[in-house]
């Protein structure tokens, strides 16, 4: 749960909406090849907040595309049903989702409270201010960016281990540390949902808001 006190704790019916969402466009992607563009007065004050947020789509435990953004640029929903779609058609690491891999698909949803910069001098003063289990990362060096969410803490509980990792996906020396390396930290809040489990208790009728238009997946 988010704990940052620039960030919003989203009640339970928004956290669905957006599962309903993000699963709404997979589903368009699939039927039209297009990008779900919601219609944001339609949604609560809170989802129309500009924030960022991170898609993650698994099979049977497996990933099978990840997509989101750092910095916020547009409503938490708009950003939502283009992550979507991006983890599901554009990711560049996998093919696209077919319609078979939709039907068992892991939908995860995390939303990211606005980035805390820290100011530090050392390596030391960084893993001094980290919480391990609970901050997300973003390190940034030139034109290097990389970010991992706090699940990866679950893999990787040793902290020099994490940031070792971090600087390796970012394209840097994971050996070595920069003192012109810049670190931001955030939180999350993370909803899930099987499509599988969910599709017998869902009710017919799409509890989704209204769609304005849709663009061309590119």
Known sequence: MLSSPESILLTDADQQTLLDVAEQSIEIGL??????????ASYSEDLRHVQSSFVTLRLQEQLRGSAGSIEATVPLISDVSCNA??????????????????????????????????????????????QPGVDGVVLRLGGHVATFLPDVWETLQDPVEFFRHLRLKAGLDPDRWS?????????????????????A???SASSTQPVDSMAEVT
């Open 201 to 203: 208790s869902r009710p």
């Open 31 to 40: 039927e039209t090849r297009r990008i779900m563009e919601p219609e944001v």
């Open 179 to 199: 003192p012109r390396i810049r670190v931001s930290t955030y939180r999350t809040q993370r909803m899930i949902r099987s499509r599988r489990q969910s599709r």
């Open 85 to 130: 779609s991006r983890a599901a058609f554009n990711n560049g690491r996998f093919p696209s989702l077919n319609q078979a891999e939709f039907d068992d698909l892991i939908i995860q949803i995390t939303v990211l409270s606005p980035l805390r910069h820290l100011i530090t001098r050392s390596f030391g003063d960084v893993i001094a201010y980290i």
